[in-house]
Nanobody, 123 residues
Framework: QVQLVEAGGGLVQTGGSLRLSCAAS????????MAWFRQVPGKEREFVAV????????GHADSMKGRFTNSRDDAKKTVYLQMNSLKPEDTAVYYC????????????????WGQGTQVTVSS
């Protein structure tokens, strides 16, 4: 089993920044792909960013490129999502997820999920 705990959400004004973190424990390791999704009520979970094992590949959804950066610290079993130039449309619950092996943008392929952290961007 793998446990994921997100932190760092909150309320920020438009143009502000937040850094989310996701700490993993259990049967996980540097080879696991780590990803971020977000969800607003009534909508499907949306891909945000991904980083593969040992940081070999990173990717972001088009609307977040240039604003969001993800990284990982395998020694701490933690991934980070740095979010800059935040917009009201970034308001959502952000979830961390992981799977052994390769990456994808569909939430259905991921095995383990955190409880989520709320990000609210005021206009």
């Amino acid at each position: 089993q793998v446990q994921l705990v997100e932190a760092g959400g909150g309320l920020v004004q438009t143009g502000g920044s937040l850094r989310l973190s996701c700490a993993a424990s259990g049967r996980t390791g540097s080879s696991y792909t780590m990803a971020w999704f977000r969800q607003v009520p009534g909508k499907e979970r949306e891909f945000v960013a991904v980083i593969t094992g040992s940081g070999g590949i990173t990717g972001h959804a088009d609307s977040m490129k240039g604003r969001f950066t993800n990284s990982r610290d395998d020694a701490k079993k933690t991934v980070y999502l740095q979010m800059n130039s935040l917009k009201p449309e970034d308001t959502a619950v952000y979830y961390c997820t992981t799977r052994p092996g390769g990456w994808g943008t569909s939430p259905g392929i991921y095995s383990y999920w955190g409880q989520g952290t709320q990000v609210t961007v005021s206009s």
